[in-house]
């Protein structure tokens, strides 16, 4: 839990038959998120948006979102990263499918993954391009 400031899932319950029970984490009944790409019960481009509005009020000088996905509402999520972020998506999964198709992740720095000892190595190496590029050594 050191490594991540906050995490976004569906939240869960276990009910009172001893079952996990995985709730809505928008509640498309009462109202829809409007996205096309994911799922009604969870847009991630709206959690994208909500994470880098809380980081713009933080006050820090430098920021770089780092999204790994596999799915199509990563893509979602990655429409709404910005020039210098990192776009990670797994390769041979919907979401390498839907960036190949689309030219508007130019701005993106996308780094493609398979495995996961593949995925840890990516990781390492945007860290120490953002630290460079900033000028600090890590």
Known sequence: MDCFSEINTKPCII?????????????FRSSSHGCTIC???MCKGLIMEKIQASVATD???HKQFNYVGDEA?????G????????????????????????????????CEW???????AV????VN????EIGLSC
Do not use: Q, V
């Open 79 to 110: 429409l709404k990263l910005d020039e210098g972020d990192f776009l990670m998506p797994r390769r041979d999964f919907p979401i390498w499918d839907l960036i190949s198709a689309n030219p508007l992740f130019t701005k993106l720095k996308i």
């Open 114 to 120: 398979n495995e996961c000892d593949e995925l840890g």
């Open 73 to 77: 509402p990563d893509f979602c999520a």
């Open 39 to 41: 799922p009604p019960s």
């Open 59 to 61: 006050g820090k000088k």
């Open 123 to 126: 990781l390492l190496n945007t």
């Open 129 to 132: 391009t953002f630290f460079t």
């Open 15 to 27: 009910d009172e038959h001893g079952r996990l029970r995985i709730l809505l984490y928008h509640d």
